[in-house]
């Protein structure tokens, strides 16, 4: 026993599918520690805000500031507020005025603003050229001159009277200590459409769909494996009336069978362990099938024939005599249904009939509210393509398990 | 081995009280067409303390008969009789005391044995179906030591190994010891030679024998070497297609064939045992 579990410590491909599945695991046990809080609390207002690192201005404006002359300043600043877009449209202008725009890089953004102010005349209207985007280039022409020139904003109060007064001045060369301010937040995956913390969210949605697959793969794993023995070991009418039962539900493919299960039980029914159990229960014939056929080219071995003749009961001879047999090969399949029944989840989720939404994020469930509000078009790659990876990661590393041990134990299969 | 030949020949065991029997013992596996008769309404009668070979070829019922004999497949018709009573093993308690008066050692030592129990397992099981559960560590210990002995295995080096780091001829003997622990009236031993090297197949037949003259059991030896038969038997079973086409006693069964298939089996021996056989012929001749 030791020895075999040195030699599946010894399969590369097993040690790699075993550390990624640990490292998932222990993010999932170590992260809520050090990040503490309901995972669907709604942080947000607004919907997918982008990752990164939020400042509260509110409290930023009430910091002490520092002055800082930086040399690239004003540059950043001009760069961060013309949009590609911008940039587009003034390419747009010089074209229409006649002005060469050959060498020029779109990117570079004191070049483009040097032709601009070298070119730009908002007295000139170019033939058919629309009134809006006259006013759209003078705008952007404000704008551009606005960044150019050093000025301050004003934060004004109402006083007594009701009449703004001027209450502090920020001066472009201001700035202020992120560790001064009161209130930072970094979301390193950002938000999703309910305003929740993807991170968060896609922590405890995995492992969620962890124990999903996990209560799905022993259910199946139970039942399969306790009918493929009596079918096998048993065998005669036994025999006939399990593999029947087993026929009809391996020919009924089981995803349809989950999906009108899952529907019939209504939403109100379905929680995370009620789905996992319905996963369980329509994919354990495989097992069946293939402990019963192991079984069968056993029962007529020696050492069983031998067992029975020392008095033992069935209970035993099966348990003793039989299981530490296939116990190799039922393990394995327990690890494939286990990323089976992930994926089953993530696809009923995303179909809409995963657990109820109130609850518990999973996988599919992210997904699925990804997909309702659009992720995958209006850009917010943060709300989909994480939880995406993290069921990849999953199903990688536990069929890269089942192949580590798969070549343990059969050794025809190493390479 | 001498004595041994004595013995066959100064006793006859049709005086003795039957051990077990048999009527018109049928199998049949399948149906209509596919119908197979496996064993074909066969008698047999064996004495205590006998030593009966059932010889045939691949493929002849031999190991169909020996799984109805052990009660691990029912007979299609016919009625088996231990100690001259049908036997009974219609329920699970039944069975096992049945099992107490039967027992058998298989062809294959390596798939013998459960590879993920140790040695010790094995021996401490035959020790309690005996209702030795009761008995001190010690006591057991020296009945496992003695039984070790009794087949030339020392139980000190055997202790907490899995039966995968011994050899073939060493698993056979254990099987052997197993026997020699539970003592039962009869012995099944189904081609216990077949698998293990001369050497060992000499010490292992030299063992049963010791068994029987010990213990009083009845050994039913199967095996498709009639030469291996002769060599040890007192009586002799000829198989063919299901039947029994002859038996009797060894010499007669050996020395005057009527059927043409026991001819055929003894022309069949290869040269080294015909020179084998001819010098035990000569020498029983000379007695």
């Known amino acids: ?415 | 081995m001498s004595e041994n030949e004595n013995t066959r020949k100064n006793i006859d065991f049709a005086e003795k009280p039957l051990c077990l029997s048999g009527r018109g013992v049928t199998k049949v596996f399948g149906l209509g067409d596919k119908k197979t008769v496996a064993v074909d309404h066969v008698d047999f009668d064996f004495h205590e303390g006998e030593f009966v070979s059932i010889v045939g070829e691949s493929g002849s019922g031999k190991t169909t008969l020996s799984k109805m004999l052990l009660g691990l497949l029912n007979q299609s018709e016919g009625q088996i009789l231990f100690q001259g009573k049908p036997r009974d093993i219609s329920s699970g308690h039944k069975k096992k005391e049945y099992w107490k008066g039967i027992q058998a050692i298989f062809q294959d030592p390596f798939s013998s044995f459960n590879t993920f129990q140790k040695v010790d397992a094995v021996l401490l099981d035959c020790i309690n179906m005996r209702g030795g559960k009761g008995l001190s560590k010690q006591e057991k210990f020296d009945m496992m030591t003695e039984a070790c002995n009794f087949v030339n295995l020392k139980f000190a080096e055997l202790t907490n190994k899995y039966p995968f780091e011994l050899s073939g001829g060493q698993m056979q003997r254990l099987m052997i010891a197993r026997i020699f622990l539970l003592k039962p009236k009869i012995l099944l031993a189904d081609e216990p030679t077949s698998m293990v090297d001369a050497c060992s197949r000499a010490t292992i037949l030299d063992m049963l024998l010791n068994l029987r003259d010990e213990t009083g059991m009845t050994v039913i030896f199967i095996t498709h070497d009639i030469g291996l038969a002769y060599y040890i038997s007192d009586t002799i079973y000829i198989m063919e297609h299901g039947k029994f086409v002859e038996y009797g006693k060894a010499d007669e069964v050996i020395l005057e064939p009527k059927a043409p298939y026991t001819k055929r089996l003894i022309s069949d021996v290869p040269k080294i045992h015909e020179e084998w056989d001819l010098s035990t012929v000569d020498l029983l001749n000379s007695n």
């Open chain 1, 1 to 415: 026993m030791l020895n075999t579990i040195k030699q599946v410590f010894h399969s590369p491909k097993f040690v790699v599918g075993f550390a990624i599945f640990v490292a998932i695991l222990l993010t999932m046990i170590i992260y809520p520690l050090f990040c503490p809080g309901n995972p669907l609390e709604q942080i947000g207002v607004g919907t997918f805000a982008a990752p990164g690192t939020y400042v509260s201005l509110y409290d930023a404006t009430k910091s002490p500031t520092e002055t800082l002359r930086l040399p690239d300043a004003a540059d950043n600043r001009i760069e961060a507020s013309l949009s590609k877009e911008d940039r587009v449209e003034m390419v747009e202008w010089f074209g229409a005025m006649g002005i060469s725009v050959e060498g020029l890089d779109i990117e570079d953004t004191d070049a483009m603003v040097d032709l601009w102010n070298a070119n730009y005349d908002p007295s000139v209207r170019p033939a058919g050229m629309t009134s809006a985007k006259i006013n759209y280039y003078k705008r952007l022409d404000n704008s551009i001159k606005e960044l150019n020139a050093s000025d301050t904003v004003i934060i004004a109060d109402y006083d007594e009277e009701g009449n703004l007064v001027t209450t502090k001045t920020i001066a472009d060369t201001d700035y202020v200590n992120t560790k001064e301010i009161a209130n930072v937040k970094t979301l390193p995956l950002g938000t999703d459409n309910f305003g929740r913390d993807v991170l968060k969210e896609l922590v405890s949605a995995t492992g969620t769909s962890i124990k999903i697959g996990l209560i799905a793969g022993i259910v199946a794993t139970v039942i399969g494996l306790t009918l493929g023995l009596l079918a096998g070991y048993l065998g005669g009418i036994t025999d006939d009336i399990i593999m029947f039962v087993t026929n009809i539900f391996t020919v009924i493919p089981s995803f349809v069978l989950l999906i009108l299960i899952t529907y019939s039980l209504g939403q109100e029914q379905r929680g995370a362990a009620v789905v996992a159990i319905v996963i369980g229960f329509t994919s354990w014939t495989w097992t069946a099938r293939s402990v019963r056929s192991q079984v069968i080219s056993l029962r007529n071995r020696d050492h069983v024939n031998l067992s029975k003749l020392s008095g033992h009961s069935l209970v035993r001879i099966v348990l003793l005599d039989i299981l530490p047999y296939i116990a190799s090969y039922v393990v394995m399949a327990f690890i494939l249904q286990v990323s089976s029944g992930i994926l089953a989840e993530a696809q009923l989720s995303l179909l809409g009939l995963g657990p109820k939404t109130t609850q518990v994020p999973t996988l599919g469930l992210m997904m699925n509210w990804a997909m309702l509000y659009s992720a995958h078009t209006n850009g917010s790659w943060w709300a989909y393509f994480p939880v995406i990876l993290v069921i990849t990661l999953i199903s990688f590393s536990l069929n890269l398990m089942n192949t580590g041990l798969d070549q343990v134990f059969n050794p025809t299969l190493r390479d």
